[in-house]
């Protein structure tokens, strides 16, 4: 079985970055769950920004909400990148999916039996005020209990800030960029 790395962190911290990076070395068969969908330009931008990241080596798949049934798809790859986790929640969330974490354990136990490496890109929003609305707060709830989830299965776990990345699981190395 391949092996889980969780990458999470502030915005801009450099975790696609070095999900990119950590994909290349995994080897050439390389395949991309993009979960971001262009609600503005603004977006559209960002999504374009990404997409000039990747190279045609990338099987790209944009899916918002069947995450799992993407990624069990997708059998001939050496690593498959979920970029990001915190989108895919919200997709969830405004798609009123009634249980979520009930999805992060069915990601979990499809990214447990497929035969290639999964990487995982996630935002840190647990990290500032408690937000002032309901939804706001489940979702920062929700995401929560998906990163302790997820890093608990994780193999390998990198947090980034201040455009930092320390890997955490294992045990803590210098930066990583």
Known sequence: M???????????SGKSSLALR?????????????????????????????????????????????VP?????????????????TLWLTNLLLAEEPDIQGRIAELIDVIDAVPFDVIVVTNEVGLGIVPANALSRRFRDEAGFAHQALAAAAQSVYFGAMGML????????????
């Open 2 to 12: 391949g092996a889980l790395i969780f990458i999470g962190g502030g915005v801009r």
């Open 22 to 66: 950590l994909a290349e070395q995994a080897g050439p068969r390389r395949g991309f769950i993009a979960t971001a969908q262009a609600w503005d330009d603004e977006m559209r931008a960002r999504i374009a920004r990404h997409k000039d990241e990747r190279d045609d080596s990338w099987h790209t798949i944009e899916e918002h909400l069947a």
């Open 69 to 85: 049934d993407c990624l069990r798809a997708m059998t001939d790859c050496d690593v498959v990148l979920i970029d990001c986790l």
């Open 166 to 177: 320390l890997r955490l699981k294992p045990g803590p190395v210098e930066p990583v960029c």
